[in-house]
């Protein structure tokens, strides 16, 4: 390797990066440096607000206007970028430096074909004539292993799954081989199969082009993964800097070990034998089909769920677990009625619901509660969250006193001051809105709990807490929970029993012990083997 080669393609020296005035605090990012070699992955990890984004952002030149950096520079092959004219950061972008974003789908023309898309990349920044282009968009296309090329080139994103959007977000990132390339939590959004082909493409792809890979995340499962190096940040400041090996096994500050011991292991707990309490939820032969139809077209008929067997008694969680058009969210929908099953039954207790019309549903409604996965959208921004608290018991006849006198008693339960009930959801963190979307459900004294996703949004720290308040909950109100994930880790820690989901069926399902560490199915093996980190156990450190 020549001498240009051993020079690192990004180097972050002293940056600082100001807030606006009246901020919480004034700076986004404070002093921070680090560097990135060629053929490295460096991985940026923090929670939420530590300024993992305001520095890709910055490195990008796509700074909000209302962020201002102040001090420090950022140097690409030596270039500092933040001297830089507006012109001459369009001419580096896609050419020494490119972005994959977190959702593509937001991040993609949904009107031009993805070919028009990566096209535009080359017709902005080559010489290349229109047949030469498109030849080079099919070469990389092949490379990011997409399937037939040519149909990719002309379908729009809406028709591509989430996993191929993400690899024409790469393919466009990569088409004019970039010295970096910066992830912006690019897995966030995918299954655990797909999130796995993803981290593999990118870190073949670094590795034969020998490109820089600027890589943020709050998941350490990924970090353990594809990381060479690992720099934590809090608060805008650099808390730690070192190899993976180091900061995973042998992290020197206080933050950086309850952020790793905060990790939920991949190993179940050891439960108590099934209990004896009565039955809260059974399904027999639960099914739901959608038909579409159109002129001069077959109809298409999907069948989201098929013969799904469940039950759960009183104080028992089960998780059902799978990829994204698994039937997850289907069975959960149709178990709260909020979509009407198309055959089988639902048992709440002793009442079969699953054909049961609205009038007589209604006095049911609230024996069965959801969570939501974001919280800020499950919730009015126009009511205090007291309001929002009230707002069910008082639909079902209770007083306005006496349920605010119940929602103060729940707040309390959900570990949130009750004086704050007068204030409005933006006026709280996610972790803080979705303990207000806990206490929403119990205000409805259910006897079934479904938590669909409602940690998976977090931050590693913050889904620690909710995850054990949602235990001790369901131990203290012998409550029963049907908690749906795509994340593995945190079904092995909060679930008595797991049903495994594929094309709408169950494909296995037991206590979770057995289904963890003896699978039978292939597609449970699989989903198990695809796990990013899962043969890295994090573990707990003295503060």
């Given at each position: ?6 020079k ?61 950096p102040?001090?420090g ?18 001419e ?64 729009y994103?809406h ?16 088409v ?21 082909e ?18 943020i ?49 991949i ?8 209990r ?40 028992e ?16 929908r ?8 198309t055959e ?8 079969e ?23 800020y ?27 605010l ?46 938590a ?12 620690k ?9 369901r ?29 709408g ?28 980190g ?10």
């Open positions: 390797m020549s001498g240009d080669a051993q690192p393609v990004l180097e972050v020296r002293d940056l600082t990066v100001d807030l606006p005035s009246g901020a919480d605090r004034p700076h986004a990012v404070e002093k921070v440096s680090f560097t990135v070699n060629p053929g490295e992955i460096v991985c940026l990890v923090g929670e939420s607000g530590s300024g993992k984004s305001v520095i890709a952002f910055t490195v990008m030149g796509l700074l909000a206007k209302a962020l201002k102040t001090a520079q950022i140097l690409l092959q030596g270039e500092d970028v933040l001297q830089a004219s507006e012109a001459r950061l369009r580096l972008r896609c050419t020494r430096m490119s972005m994959i974003f977190q959702e593509p789908m937001t991040a993609l023309n949904p009107v031009m074909t993805c070919g028009e898309q990566i096209d535009e990349v080359l017709a902005t920044h080559t010489q290349l004539d229109a047949s030469a282009r498109r030849a080079k968009i099919l070469a990389i296309l092949e490379r990011v292993k997409l399937p037939e090329p040519e149909r990719i080139y002309a379908s994103p028709q591509l799954s989430g996993g191929q959007r993400q690899r024409i977000m790469i393919a466009m990132a990569l004019l081989d970039p010295v970096l390339l910066i992830a912006d939590e690019p897995t966030t959004a995918l299954d655990v199969t797909t999130q796995a993803i981290l593999k493409l990118i870190a073949e792809l670094q590795g034969t082009q020998g490109t820089g890979v600027l890589f995340t709050h998941d350490f499962g990924v970090v353990a993964e594809i990381a060479h190096r690992v720099a934590v940040l809090r608060w805008g400041q650099l808390v730690e800097f070192g190899t993976t090996e180091q900061i995973l096994s042998r992290p020197q500050e206080g933050y950086t070990k309850m952020l790793i011991s905060s990790v939920p292991s190993h179940p707990r050891h439960r108590e034998e099934r004896e309490g009565k039955t809260v939820l059974r399904t027999s032969k639960l099914g739901k089909t959608y038909s579409s139809s159109a002129f001069f077209q077959a109809t298409r008929v999907v069948k989201a769920a098929v013969d799904v067997d469940i039950d759960i008694r009183a104080g969680t089960l998780g059902i677990v799978g990829e994204s058009g698994s039937g997850k969210s289907t069975v959960a149709c178990i709260a009625r909020l979509i009407d099953p089988g039954k639902i048992y709440l207790g002793d009442t619901i699953a054909a049961m019309p609205p009038r007589q549903l209604r006095p049911h409604r609230r024996r069965v509660q959801i969570v939501f996965q974001d919280p959208r499950s919730m009015n921004p126009r009511m205090t969250v007291g309001d929002t608290i009230i707002e069910g018991p008082m639909n079902f006849g209770l007083g306005r006193e006496e349920a006198k119940r929602a103060r008693i729940l707040m309390e339960t959900v570990r949130l001051d009750p004086n704050s009930l007068d204030r409005y959801p933006h006026q709280f963190s996610g972790g803080q809105r979705q303990r207000i979307c806990i206490a929403r459900a119990l205000a409805m004294e259910p006897d079934l709990l479904i669909d996703e409602a940690v998976s949004a977090l931050d590693v720290s913050v889904q807490q909710v995850l054990e308040l949602l235990d001790e909950i131990q203290r109100l012998n409550l029963a929970v049907l908690f749906i994930t795509h994340d593995l880790r945190v079904a092995a820690q909060i679930c008595d029993f797991v049903a495994v989901m594929s094309k069926r169950v494909v296995e399902y037991g206590p979770a012990t057995q289904v963890f560490e003896n699978p039978q199915d292939d597609y449970t093996k699989a989903l198990f083997a695809a796990a990013p899962r043969h890295w156990e994090f573990g707990s450190f003295a503060a």
